[in-house]
Structure formats: structure tokens, C-alpha cells
């Protein structure tokens, strides 16, 4: 019995160590998604002025 409550609880720590694992790369993904959202705002104002200026 103790062997097996043993097996649960490594079970439960590996579930908890792969959660935390996964909620930081989470968050890793998000800031790189935030970065490249506002890099492509910044190209597409870039984008807009280039034109404009080709235009006049």
C-alpha cells in the first residue's frame, strides 16, 4: 500500500513539474507573440508611409 501511494504521489509531483513546465513556455509564447504583433504594427505603419510617399 505504501509503494503504491508512493507511485501516486511521483505520479502527482511528474503532473505538477510538467504544468509548470508548460505554463512557462506558455508565458515564454505570449511575450514572442506580444514582440511580433508590435514589430508587425510598426512594418505595416513602415508599409503605409512608403506608399504615401511614392504616391505624392
Not at 513546465?21 to 515564454?28: K, T, V
Amino acid at each position: 500500500m505504501c509503494q503504491y501511494i508512493q507511485q501516486q504521489e511521483n505520479i502527482i509531483e511528474g503532473l505538477i513539474n510538467d504544468i509548470k513546465n508548460l505554463s512557462s513556455q506558455n508565458a515564454e509564447l505570449m511575450i514572442r507573440l506580444k514582440i511580433l504583433k508590435t514589430e508587425n504594427e510598426l512594418l505595416r505603419r513602415k508599409l503605409e508611409q512608403l506608399e504615401s510617399c511614392r504616391e505624392n
